[in-house]
């Protein structure tokens, strides 16, 4: 069994900078298509970036130029970086990931989850 260990998060005012990171101990998972999710209060989950087995890069259009989603291989791990944050993006962000398996992007679902993390950015 995959697990996704998440870390970072936190309180941060407008305009802050903040970075998730999602880490497995799966020797392959540098070869895992990997995306994070966020559910605000009164929301549906939304993805919100992703990078897929080939390191393609996708974000939704309200992050777009603010998150870079990224891959650390040394510590096999997969980032996000918020900056120039405000309070729409306070969330709860989960990161989720996928084996190379045939499947095609986009996915309709992940088979490994995180445990959330929650981002709260105040004005």
């Known amino acids: 069994q995959v697990q996704l260990v998440q870390s970072g998060g936190g309180l941060v005012q407008a305009g802050g900078s903040l970075r998730l990171s999602c880490a497995s101990s799966e020797p392959t998972f540098s070869g895992f298509a990997v995306a994070w999710f966020r559910q605000a209060p009164g929301k549906e989950r939304e993805i919100v970036a992703a990078i897929e087995w080939y390191d393609n890069t996708f974000y939704v259009d309200s992050v777009k130029g603010r998150f870079t989603i990224s891959r650390d291989n040394a510590k096999n791990a997969v980032n996000l970086q918020m900056n120039s944050l405000n309070t729409k993006d306070t969330a709860v962000y989960y990161c989720?990931?996928?084996?190379?398996?045939?499947?095609?992007?986009?996915?309709?679902?992940?088979?490994?989850w995180g445990q959330g993390t929650r981002v709260t950015v105040s004005s």
């Open positions: 989720a990931a996928h084996p190379f398996d045939g499947s095609r992007w986009p996915l309709k679902e992940f088979d490994y």
